[in-house]
């Protein structure tokens, strides 16, 4: 028993020195970890409820208390000759305004990628799957898994704006199937929709060509 000691020891020196594995995923992968923190909801906050355009609307509306009725006596006839009272009028207590459906992109986690394609085409490039690839690893990790995402297509101001609509619907409807089909993520967890040139960034007059206006934008509606 005495003579096994040093070996044990040994070993276990060994043992020790070598390196533990990791399982991979998006820590090994800065760019998805990026898009994965930018994606998640905040620590107590959440997107549940978040209304989705052409989705049915959330009620926000509060209840309204009526307004008070006023009761008063019959008044006495008018003595003859004597002047008439001067005759006071209530006005309806106001009702509190009714706040607005939050917009998604505003208060959701979202992030806006440059994703390139063919001037008026919706095939994706090689650059354009690259640039995807991170965001199809953030979506298939388990810290996004439970959420389902919104892919908004936005063209710049170049062309006719009912042609910009139908092309930028199209590209999302190219970024969805991409992730979908090269990374595996459920159908059921991506929505498509398209914008056209409704809402660059980068406000531009008619015609101008703006490669931070055509972009593909993530957007979290919940779970």
Do not use: C, K
């Not at 990791?22 to 992968?29: C, F, K, L, Y």
């Not at 440059?114 to 640039?131: I, N």
């Not at 062309?159 to 990374?183: K, T, W």
């Amino acid at each position: 028993m005495t003579r096994l000691a040093p070996l044990l020891g040994a070993v276990a020196v060994i043992a020790a020195s070598l390196p533990i594995p990791t399982p991979a995923g998006a820590q090994s992968d800065p760019a998805a970890q990026a898009l994965i923190d930018r994606l998640r909801p905040s620590v107590g906050g959440g997107t549940r409820g978040i209304r989705i355009p052409g989705g049915d609307p959330t009620p926000v509306a509060s209840p309204v208390a009526p307004a008070p009725i006023w009761r008063t006596s019959p008044a006495p006839p008018p003595r003859a000759n004597a002047p008439s009272a001067p005759t006071a009028t209530v006005a309806a207590a106001p009702r509190p305004p009714v706040p607005a459906a939050r917009d998604t992109t505003a208060d959701a986690p979202s992030v806006s990628m440059t994703v390139t394609f063919p001037s008026g085409s919706a095939t994706l490039t090689p650059d354009a799957e690259r640039a995807l690839a991170p965001l199809g690893r953030a979506l298939t990790d388990r810290e996004l898994a439970s959420f389902r995402f919104r892919i908004e297509g936005h063209t710049d101001s170049v062309g006719d704006a009912a042609q910009n609509q139908q092309l930028s619907e199209r590209r999302a409807a190219a970024v969805r199937a991409y992730l979908i089909s090269a990374f595996g993520v459920d159908a059921g967890r991506l929505i498509a929709i398209g914008f056209g040139s409704s809402q660059m960034i980068v406000q531009t007059p008619p015609q101008t060509p703006e490669m931070r206006n055509r972009r593909v934008q993530i957007v979290n509606i919940g779970n």
